[in-house]
């Protein structure tokens, strides 16, 4: 019955940080997760962008983590909450927008190896030299990120940048599937087409959603926005919008008053969302 009372205690745990962890990292009650800010992440002294930097965390840098603060904040148009850890024994407090819960190198060598098998033929008859450096990663939730790759070009000469959607299931990483037939599923096929995924949380739970606008040529754009469901992979798309791509957005905390700015690609006018809870819809003004 101890045995049992403590796997249940540790499974909370696990719930609680808001990460989906590799089970090999986990001794016990350790959590464990990745820095994958390329230029390091800092670590302060306290849970606030003011506050001192105690040290900077390498890139793919492990860390163990203590607590985190049950508040949700936005930092570079990433998700995200300030989170107590240990880094070489050394205590402070990082923004988990920048953690990930399996080491970046390995995510991004797996990435580029499944990229350029399906598109092998593609990127060796183009102009450009298909490599490892031109992926990054863009932005990270939960067991989601969001991985940023070349297409080979809208014309001769040029580049497509595509954003990529991928899951990790606690071993590995692969391309993301819906299980839902009107949801989102990724295709990593290269394409003319430029695209970018933004991992929002537009509900009051804390699975995050998609604003995914893909676009073309300078003008031809479409924006759709997927909620989720219940369980991680199910997602439904609740909007669509023609010509216009998310330029920004202000988001304060879950089911607040966010507000989603879109711009259009025709001229150059906006147009904004709030969510309503209440209805589970959005609302434009």
């Known amino acids: ?40 992440l800092k670590l302060r002294s ?16 492990r860390v163990k983590i203590i607590t985190t603060n049950s508040n949700f904040i936005a930092i570079d148009d990433k998700i995200g909450q300030w989170t107590y850890i240990s880094y070489n024994n050394i205590n402070g407090w990082v923004f988990s927008g920048y953690l990930i819960p399996d080491d970046p190198t390995k995510l991004l060598n797996f990435a580029f190896t499944k990229i350029n098998k399906k598109n092998k033929k593609i990127y060796s008859d183009s102009s450009m030299n298909f490599s490892i450096k031109y992926l990054k990663i863009k932005s990270v939730f939960n067991n989601l990120a ?6 080979t070009g809208l014309e001769p000469g040029m580049m497509s940048w595509i954003d990529s959607l991928w899951i990790f299931d606690g071993k590995s990483w692969n391309p993301f599937k819906s299980n839902t037939n009107s949801g ?95 209805l589970q819809k959005v609302i434009f003004n």
């Open 146 to 151: 969001v991985i940023t790759y070349p297409g």
């Open 184 to 278: 989102y599923s990724e295709k990593i096929n290269d394409s003319p087409n430029s695209k970018n995924i933004s991992l929002i949380l537009i509900n009051n739970d804390t699975i995050p959603d998609l604003i995914i606008t893909e676009f073309c040529c300078g003008s031809s754009y479409k924006t759709e926005i997927f909620l989720s469901e219940d369980l991680p992979n199910q997602y439904k798309m609740i909007k669509s919008i023609n010509d216009h791509y998310l330029s920004d957005f202000n988001w304060l905390n879950l089911c607040g008053d966010n507000v989603y700015r879109f711009k259009s690609a025709l001229d150059d006018t906006v147009i904004k969302f709030k969510f309503n809870c209440d």
């Open 1 to 40: 019955m101890i045995n049992k009372l403590k796997k249940i205690f540790i499974l909370n745990l696990i719930l609680a940080s808001g990460f989906n962890l590799n089970p090999n990292d986990i001794k016990g009650p350790e959590i464990y997760s990745y820095v994958y800010a390329k230029n390091g």
């Open 46 to 61: 306290n849970p606030d962008l003011k506050a001192d930097t105690i040290v900077i965390i390498p890139y793919s840098s």
